[in-house]
């Protein structure tokens, strides 16, 4: 298995432009999850799925939008780029039975900058 | 959501073990301790989680105090590639499958 694989890994975007940050996974989870992650921080959570035509906000949703077509992608898109979301974007799913899931397990992460 | 406070960095020696403290003193009944690292440059890596009970796997243990107030992450023997930042996380067993990652604990190995 290739576990979670993100591209691309690393994007320059001018303000205003716009890019889909892609997502899949092999592993039938049914959660998938995006985070972004700020230099010396921890990652905070943007958007989640739990399963294929299922999408919620996470803490920062603001600025991005997501779509659960299949199940095993999951793209995060940015529709008027903005300084601010410069950061390092990571996928996860994880695997819930009976609606609990124990381990994420975590793409190698894009690295995006906007100027 | 209840909160954890862990050291910003932490030194020790190869070989040697390490001990890495998370206080989350109001923690709910409901909530698993998770411990997540993630290496420098990578994404973060599941080591371990429990409810009450200690735990063991092949990555290190997780020692719960009896009040559940606080934790600690044991690695037996530190190696260099076990210098990463080192997470814990509470989760609410009753509130889906959410992870929110504080600040973490920079560990260093010294050769």
């Known amino acids: 298995n290739a576990g979670v694989t993100q591209t691309p890994k690393f994007r320059i975007l001018k303000i205003g432009q716009s890019m889909t940050l892609q997502c899949t996974q092999d592993m039938n989870h049914n959660y998938m999850y995006w985070y972004r992650q700020d230099p010396g921080m921890g990652l905070k959570l943007i958007y989640y799925?739990?399963?294929?035509?299922?999408?919620d906000k996470g803490e920062v949703p603001n600025g991005y939008n997501v779509s659960r077509s299949t199940t095993e992608d999951f793209p995060l898109r940015l529709e008027l780029a903005a300084p601010s979301q410069t950061s390092v974007y990571f996928c996860?799913?994880?695997?819930?039975?009976?609606?609990?899931?124990?381990?994420?397990?975590f793409g190698p992460g894009t690295r995006l900058t906007v100027t | 959501d209840a909160k954890t406070t862990q050291p910003n960095s932490m030194e020790s020696n190869e070989e040697e073990p390490v001990h890495l403290p998370c206080n989350h003193s109001?923690?709910?009944?409901?909530?698993?301790i998770h411990w997540y690292r993630q290496l420098p440059s990578q994404g973060p890596e599941y080591v371990i989680h429990?409810?009450?009970s200690n735990v063991n796997n092949r990555m290190a243990s997780l020692a719960i105090a009896e009040d559940r107030k606080s934790s600690t992450l044991i690695l037996h023997r530190a190696t260099l590639r076990d210098a990463a930042v080192y997470y814990c996380i509470l989760r609410d067993g009753n509130a889906g499958n959410m992870l929110t990652f504080g600040g973490g604990t920079r560990l260093m190995v010294k050769p």
């Open positions: 799925s739990v399963g294929a035509g299922i999408t």
């Open positions: 429990g409810l009450t």
């Open positions: 996860a799913s994880s695997i819930a039975r009976g609606g609990v899931s124990n381990e994420q397990y």
């Open positions: 109001t923690i709910s009944g409901t909530d698993y």
